[in-house]
């Protein structure tokens, strides 16, 4: 049964007659998450989780025609069944399972199997189907444990403020700016940029807990900062505004820190490996619990990815797609 085709607009459900995370405008889209590259705007009808909603609106419009799932909960569109399931990247992340006279496709848009200690853990979906993302689809990529993460970080927070210097982290300011405000919740005040502290008021509006943050306001008062936590898009990089902040020590939070070289690249302080992202086993171990009989992989490493699957005994084949990286989105500000 054909349930789902590869079109230039995006993937297609045949017989409901929407898409997936579409990127380019069309009448149904079913959303995974609210980043840019999965939900982009005019679209006629939006379907997304509850979590996703508020987020979505405050990205493209309050006035866009949206509807909203929790997760499990089960629409019917056109004879296809459509439920989300927790995908562990962002709050309000979402596999998307689709089933028609019991043939069922699962489309994970990005996702992580390791728990965070934020976002609802990634649940495995069984299907006939499945659609998986391959951002860090190579063998050099596996995360370290959350809480060693935190206690490197946290490190060097104080590390840095024991010689006399400001903590500013680079990171995407829905998903990651969220993940590195839990990561040093309790350290120190923590300072956002007015896009993060935008966003974290879109996530509050559904009653979701985040850290206590602080809003960087354009004209901040240098001691007011000094010595503390600044979180920034990754845009603002070399820009006026971290020039202004009292001796500034950098970080970059990204899976592609986990390869040193990166960071010489970046030329910043320091990088940590902090993804939104399912690592090489976290991969491996959604397809395997999906039991699926064809494996299609997207964008990332989907080349060497796609290949170990087939010589594993997985059927499995690329599909070219227009979905971006958000680990290190150095366009946002």
Not at 35 to 54: E, F, Q, T
Not at 90 to 107: A, C, D, P, W, Y
Not at 287 to 295: D, L, N
Request: proline content about 4%; hydrophobic content about 35%; charged content about 20%.
């Amino acid at each position: 049964m054909k349930l789902v085709k590869f079109t230039k607009k995006g993937i297609y459900c045949i017989p409901g007659k929407f898409y997936l995370d579409p990127w380019f405008p069309v009448d149904y889209a079913v959303i995974s998450h609210a980043h840019a590259d999965h939900s982009r705007s005019g679209m006629s009808h939006y379907l997304c989780h509850n979590h996703s909603k508020p987020i979505i609106q405050h990205r493209i419009g309050q006035d866009i025609n949206i509807q909203s799932l929790a997760y499990n909960e089960t629409l019917t569109v056109n004879g296809v069944k459509v439920s989300f399931h927790p995908a562990g990247h962002i709050i309000g992340s979402s596999q998307i399972r689709l089933e028609h006279k019991g043939f069922v496709v699962v489309f994970t848009g990005d996702y992580k199997t390791s728990s965070d200690f934020l976002t609802i853990p990634f649940e495995s979906v069984k299907c006939h189907e499945f659609i998986t993302e391959s951002t860090f689809g190579l063998p050099i990529y596996n995360w370290l444990p959350e809480a060693v993460l935190q206690k490197q970080m946290v490190d060097w927070v104080i590390d840095n403020k024991a010689n006399n210097r400001t903590s500013v982290f680079l990171g995407y300011s829905l998903g990651k700016a969220q993940r590195i405000m839990k990561l040093l919740d309790n350290t120190d005040q923590m300072f956002v940029h007015k896009a993060i502290h935008n966003t974290n008021n879109a996530i509050k509006s559904v009653d979701i807990e985040l850290p206590e943050t602080t809003l960087l306001e354009p004209d901040f008062n240098k001691n007011e900062v000094q010595n503390k936590i600044i979180i920034l898009p990754p845009g603002l990089l070399g820009s006026r505004l971290l020039k202004r902040i009292p001796n500034a020590a950098t970080a970059i939070c990204s899976g592609w820190m986990q390869i040193r070289g990166n960071r010489r690249w970046k030329n910043v302080d320091a990088g940590f490996p902090v993804s939104d992202h399912a690592d090489w086993n976290g991969l491996l171990s959604a397809v395997r619990a999906s039991e699926a009989e064809k494996v299609y992989v997207t964008h990332g490493s989907q080349a060497t990815f796609s290949k170990y699957l087939n010589e594993i005994g997985i059927a499995s084949a690329e599909v070219k797609t227009e979905y971006g990286d958000d680990e290190l989105n150095t366009s946002e500000t």
